[in-house]
């Protein structure tokens, strides 16, 4: 199945916030230093989804000009994952149906909470159209294409990585099983997170994200969610081994 794959934000909100830095990274003139909270749209010959929707979601969407999204897959309830919902709102407008919004239990709860008047009996006018689907770690179907579920561990908070075709993805993760890491094996391109260099309690760090991309041994991995504590892009991307480097906000891969 032929995949077109666009990361659309390899930030994270976690650290200092940037209207409070004054770091050299976020004062960076490099493009690839400036980035939005993580998330990824993958193109299939039937299907556009979406994997995530923080608060830059509709910054996302502008950005790349996409005129649809057939699905959102979300990988966990943070706020920097979810926070963008409320925008699906533009497509239930354009493409006249409700927004096909994926999820654990946990997430779906989080979602039905925060964006309790898009579930009321007497909705609004005008508010998001959203159908949402409980799923396990199970493979199923969007329409035409199949989705694999990774099961991993964001701290304690369980979370899902997403295989699609030859393409997988984990983000916030800092524990992820042998048996599901054999699920991404295979995997043409691996996007996979690392916050930064030194330890932290619920995300890889990059020297622990380059370890399983050696293990996997995909054509292309790439490094996602990263901080400003990660250091400069053209530093650290100097650094890594051939065939890993960190990723940036829109970058575009076609399998």
Request: a positive charge.
């Amino acid at each position: 199945m032929k995949l077109k794959i666009t990361l659309l934000g390899t930030g994270t909100s976690q650290g200092i916030p940037v209207v409070a830095c004054s770091c050299e990274i976020c004062r960076s003139k490099d493009e690839k230093d400036k980035r939005l909270r993580p998330a990824a749209m993958v193109e299939t010959p039937y299907e556009n989804i979406v994997i995530d929707a923080g608060p830059d979601f509709r910054q996302q969407m502008l950005r790349e000009n996409v005129k649809k999204v057939d699905a959102l897959l979300i990988t966990h309830n943070h706020k920097d994952h979810i926070g963008g919902l409320d925008d699906v709102r533009a497509f239930n407008w354009v493409l006249q149906k409700p927004m096909d919004i994926y999820g654990n239990g946990q997430s779906l709860k989080v979602i039905e909470k925060d964006f309790s008047y898009a579930f009321e009996i007497e909705k609004y006018p005008g508010v998001p159209q959203i159908n949402l689907h409980l799923i396990h770690n199970t493979p199923f179907n969007i329409n035409n294409t199949q989705v694999m579920p990774i099961a991993a561990l964001h701290g304690k908070l369980p979370v899902f990585g997403y295989r699609l075709g030859d393409f997988s993805y984990l983000t916030d993760a800092s524990f992820i099983e042998e048996k599901e890491l054999e699920k991404m094996k295979g995997s043409k391109i691996v996007v996979i997170n690392a916050l930064r260099q030194k330890k932290h309690h619920s995300h890889f760090t990059l020297d622990e994200a380059v370890d399983i991309l050696n293990y996997l041994q995909p054509q292309k991995g790439f490094i996602t969610h990263i901080s400003h504590q990660m250091g400069f892009h053209k530093s650290i991307n100097n650094k890594l081994p051939k065939g890993i480097s960190l990723a940036w906000d829109g970058l575009k891969v076609e399998i």
